[in-house]
Nanobody, 128 residues
Framework: EVQLVESGGGLVQAGGSLRLSCAAS????????IGWFRQAPGKEREVVSG????????YYADSVKGRFTISSDNAKNTVYLQMNSLKPEDTAVYYC?????????????????????WGKGTLVTVSS
């Protein structure tokens, strides 16, 4: 019933850019908070960024601050992650996830264990 579909992954050289999209059906992003997570080979899934429509708050992991920008278009039920100045260590499968509630502008952040719905991921590979 609820589906989140990521797109926009690919192969880029270090310093390049990609824009990921997360399109949702079955839920309205206006009623949820959306997080981006990534998982590299041999590593645990980690949070990258998040956005909460209720308070307009955003969250960025320290490793991506200044390089990644999250945005949303509630009319299209789509969330974007603009990734600039990509590094080889950004290589991972990127997932979007939806959480009921969440106030990232109040100091909260997405947690992998707290998300209610997950997409299947899109692969980002950054070559050195």
């Amino acid at each position: 019933e609820v589906q989140l579909v990521e797109s926009g992954g690919g192969l880029v050289q270090a310093g390049g850019s990609l824009r990921l999209s997360c399109a949702a059906s079955g839920i309205a992003f206006a009623d949820y908070s959306i997080g981006w997570f990534r998982q590299a080979p041999g590593k645990e899934r980690e949070v990258v960024s998040g956005i909460s429509s209720s308070d307009g708050g955003t969250y960025y992991a320290d490793s991506v601050k200044g390089r990644f920008t999250i945005s949303s278009d509630n009319a299209k039920n789509t969330v974007y992650l603009q990734m600039n100045s990509l590094k080889p260590e950004d290589t991972a499968v990127y997932y979007c996830a939806a959480e009921r509630g969440g106030l990232y502008g109040m100091g909260y952040r997405p947690h992998y264990y707290g998300m209610d719905y997950w997409g299947k991921g899109t692969l980002v590979t950054v070559s050195s």
